[in-house]
């Protein structure tokens, strides 16, 4: 007998009273739907009552759902994470919240069970995806799983419900934990992932969320959020794996990425007179990219930009005929790209000088004033915790310091 299947059996007994071990998992197995519940309530046997929803009609599992059965495992999840770990009984609870989910896992496995989940919406769902806290690895994986299939539920009727509630619940997780964004608790699992299997259970998670996302807006503004995260750079040190599903998962998910980011740049998929779309298919070219920095200085620079002062037209004029002139310059010639800098430098400074001059107010004869135009100002610096952090100091000397 495996460890696992040890372990499984030591919580159905150990969860037992003493002068019923031995009967309950026949009572169980033969009981009607609402004596189940009672029993399951006393005795928290989940491996008996998976095994009872397994095995069980149509008929009984509508009568165990509509009793309060879903209701009354949810109730013993939550009441092992509160409970928490401690070193004596560690093992156990944790098979004990493993057995849980199963039995979450084997309702929603049956043809009537997802249906309840979707008809009931924000109560289970909500509750399922505050589990996404507990230490429990094994446990957050069937989490993952279970979200994954919810997002892909398309039965006549229920199409887009499935990634409706999970937007729901991260929204609810994000409120309830104090999250920033609502993708966020998907990262920072990526981030502490140790396994391939743990990684590839999120990812999962990721790729069928999008999936079930009809708006190509709604996707990119997800995507966003999460690139915002750093998530390419985490996923960067999975791209090695030899675990096949994981491989996959990461296939899929910059298969899709490369599909929606295509038709934001075909006339159909984006407005190219829209600044919001632009300036998304902008940053969605530099994100996780050294160009990203400087686009970031750009943005800082512009910000400091009066909108009101004389030489605000003139500045963004330049640009706009700098950035052209830059686009189209040919690629290879440095000489060439250090005259262009040269000279552009140079027709801003006179542009703005000549803005100053052309403002300037007459004298009392009629005259122009003779004061010289201020030189052009120095590029502001960036803002405070956007400069690269300085290099390291040097190692001390062997031996210590």
């Known amino acids: 007998m495996s460890r696992w299947s040890k372990l499984t059996k030591q919580v159905t007994v150990d969860a037992l009273p003493t002068d019923s071990k031995p009967l309950l998992p026949a009572s169980l197995e033969g009981s009607d739907a609402e004596l189940c519940i009672v029993l399951f309530k006393s005795t928290l046997n989940f491996h008996g009552l998976k095994k009872r929803i397994v095995t069980a009609d149509q008929k009984w599992i509508e009568e ?9 495992v949810f109730d013993a999840l939550a009441a092992l994470s509160r409970k928490g770990f401690n070193k004596s009984t560690a093992m156990l609870d944790a098979v004990k919240q493993l057995e849980c989910v199963s039995c979450i896992k084997a309702v929603m496995n049956r043809p009537y069970g997802m249906e309840h989940i979707i008809i009931n919406g924000k109560k289970f769902v909500n509750r399922l995806v505050e589990e996404l806290c507990s230490n429990n690895i094994l446990m957050k994986m069937q989490v993952y799983e279970l979200l994954s299939c ?3 539920y398309s039965d006549e009727g229920y199409a887009g419900l499935g ?13 309830v934990y104090g999250e920033r964004h609502q993708v966020s608790i998907l990262v920072k699992d990526l981030r502490g992932a140790e396994t391939d299997q743990h990684c590839a259970a999120i990812i999962t998670f990721i790729n069928c969320f999008l999936a079930s996302c009809e708006s190509l807006e709604e996707r990119a503004s ?12 985490i ?5 090695n794996t030899e675990d096949e599903e994981l491989a996959t998962q990461l ?6 990425f490369a599909v929606d980011e295509e038709t934001m740049f075909t006339e159909e998929g984006m407005d190219i007179s829209n600044h919001k779309d632009v300036f998304r298919a902008v940053y969605t070219k530099v994100v996780g990219t ?6 970031l200085h750009i943005l800082q620079h512009l910000m400091l930009l009066d909108r009101d002062s004389k030489k605000c037209n003139v500045v963004w004029e330049m640009l706009e005929k700098m950035v052209l002139s830059a686009v189209m310059m040919s690629e290879g010639d440095q000489d060439a790209a250090d005259q262009f800098v040269s000279a552009s430098t140079e027709k801003m400074r006179k542009a703005i000088m000549q803005v100053v001059n052309d403002s300037s107010a007459p004298t009392p004869s009629g005259q122009e004033s003779e004061v010289a135009p201020p030189p052009l100002a120095p590029p502001p610096p960036p803002l405070a915790n956007t400069a690269a952090p300085p290099p390291p100091p040097p190692p001390p000397p062997h031996g210590g310091i």
């Open 150 to 152: 919810l997002c892909l």
């Open 290 to 295: 050294p160009n990203a920095l400087s686009f």
């Open 64 to 72: 165990f759902l509509e009793e309060g059965g879903m209701e009354a």
């Open 235 to 239: 996923l960067a040190k999975w791209r």
């Open 251 to 256: 296939d899929v998910f910059d298969a899709e």
């Open 163 to 175: 990634y409706q509630l999970s937007t729901s619940a991260l929204q609810h997780y994000k409120k």
């Open 222 to 233: 997800i995507r966003d959020d999460l690139m915002a995260l750093n998530l390419l750079d």
